[in-house]
């Protein structure tokens, strides 16, 4: 068993348990088993918080994996920092091994991972940098996924259940071809000798780190063929998961472009599979923004897990009386609805309404008025009886769709 204490590095490891010998068990299930046993025996079971949302980024050399993880963490609202694979090898056992041309054991890289997780703050989403790898660590990947699912069933009806969400896994692979990879190394490895030359000459500016693979073609295309094995691995999972191959062959910025319309909000992956189908009829104007989406999205599951009936009569006024409204001015991009039924009287009901349409992209505010009239007048003592009227107003703004001129088409 691997001991260690949460926010600190392993520093006490068995030699045997980092190595990957020869007679290494392949039985993925096996050895993720294990790992999975040494987390419970650390933490206990009941005291595993995962996070929801895992990002788990591969790349080719070259990619930009670096230059891109930011735009990454933006465009998904995360703000734990990333789990490097790299970074966690860096323990001196790690480095004398692959000095040495040895290969870390996949239960150990597991158990690496699955620490750095739980180190995370579990409100938010993670992105894992360089994992997984090999076919077992694959295979090791699906398997949480599995366990995280069972955990959930497991305390679904207990008062941990939000400790336990739904997972969402997403892949994504920043790729460029071979020729490309070898030019962006070898002039990385150029700009950064120049640099530390002009340093030493001028005793002026901070010395880069030089990568030996940045200097050396032959190393550089045997990184590449080592990257294209792992694709192989890596193309199991696109079956699973949400799979994102971005061409990084562009420009930065154009790649940057490219991530953030790949990772912009996706209901049918993060809600519930029944809250999902109960409000997806209803047309999908513009994606919410990402620091209001993670409040939002918890409010529709209290809905759906808790209030289902009320969420369902919501849904219903919203076809009935307000989805034909939007669609007879979507050419004005704004509908004002005014009505007196009686459901808007309640607050809670417009505000889950309005939640359901903000899920949906569209912006709207709500408005009550009172006024009183009379109904009936006592002659003898001239008091007249009044009666209250409540007038609802819901005002909906969205996309304008836009018509040309017949002229402007010839100009």
């Not at 860096?90 to 597991?110: F, H």
């Not at 939000?162 to 070898?186: A, M, T």
């Not at 992956?269 to 939002?296: F, K, M, N």
């Not at 889950?352 to 009172?370: K, Q």
Request: hydrophobic share 35%.
């Amino acid at each position: 068993m691997i001991l260690r204490r949460k926010g600190d590095a392993h520093k006490s490891v068995l030699f045997f348990n980092i190595i990957r010998w020869a007679g290494e068990i392949k039985d993925a299930k096996l050895i993720f088993n294990q790992a999975w046993k040494n987390i419970e025996d650390h933490y206990g079971r009941e005291n595993i918080h995962l996070p929801r949302e895992f990002i788990f980024l591969m790349g080719a050399p070259g990619s930009g994996k670096g230059t891109h993880t930011p735009s990454i963490l933006r465009a998904r609202g995360i703000t734990n920092p990333p789990i490097s694979v790299s970074q966690l090898l860096q323990t001196p056992e790690c480095k004398e091994l692959i000095n040495q041309g040895q290969m870390i054991s996949d239960r150990y890289v597991i158990e690496l991972v699955l620490h750095a997780m739980l180190d995370c703050d579990p409100t938010v989403g993670v992105l894992v940098d360089g994992f997984p790898r090999t076919d077992i660590q694959v295979e090791a990947l699906k398997m949480l996924h599995e366990k995280m699912a069972e955990l959930r069933r497991e305390y679904y009806h207990t008062d941990r259940r939000d400790q336990f969400p739904r997972p969402v896994f997403r892949i994504c692979v920043l790729y460029v071809d071979e020729d490309i990879s070898v030019q962006r190394q070898l002039a990385r490895g150029k700009m950064i000798r120049e640099h530390n030359l002009e340093v030493k000459k001028t005793g002026q500016g901070v010395f880069w780190e030089e990568r030996v693979t940045d200097n050396d073609e032959s190393v550089i295309r045997n990184r590449y063929a080592i990257f294209k094995a792992h694709y192989g691995s890596l193309l199991k999972l696109s079956k699973m998961f949400p799979f994102h191959l971005i061409n990084a062959t562009g420009s930065i910025m154009e790649v940057m472009e490219i991530i953030l319309r790949e990772f912009e909000y996706q209901s049918s992956l993060e809600l519930e599979s029944d809250t999902y189908d109960a409000i997806s009829h209803i047309p999908l104007a513009t994606s919410i923004g990402v620091h209001a989406r993670q409040e939002l999205i918890s409010r529709l599951e209290h809905y759906q897990d808790y209030e289902p009936i009320l969420l369902h009569h919501a849904i219903q006024f919203i076809d009935d009386h307000i989805i034909p409204q939007v669609t007879r001015h979507s050419i004005s991009g704004h509908a004002r609805i005014r009505t007196e039924d009686p459901m808007l009287g309640d607050s809670h009901f417009v505000d889950i309404v309005m939640d359901v349409l903000s899920e949906r992209g569209y912006h709207v505010s709500f408005d009550e008025r009172t006024h009183h009239e009379p109904v009936r007048v006592d002659l003898t003592t001239g008091k007249i009886e009044l009666q209250t009227q409540h007038t609802y107003m819901l005002s909906i703004h969205f996309p304008k769709h836009y018509i040309r001129a017949l002229e402007q088409k010839f100009h």
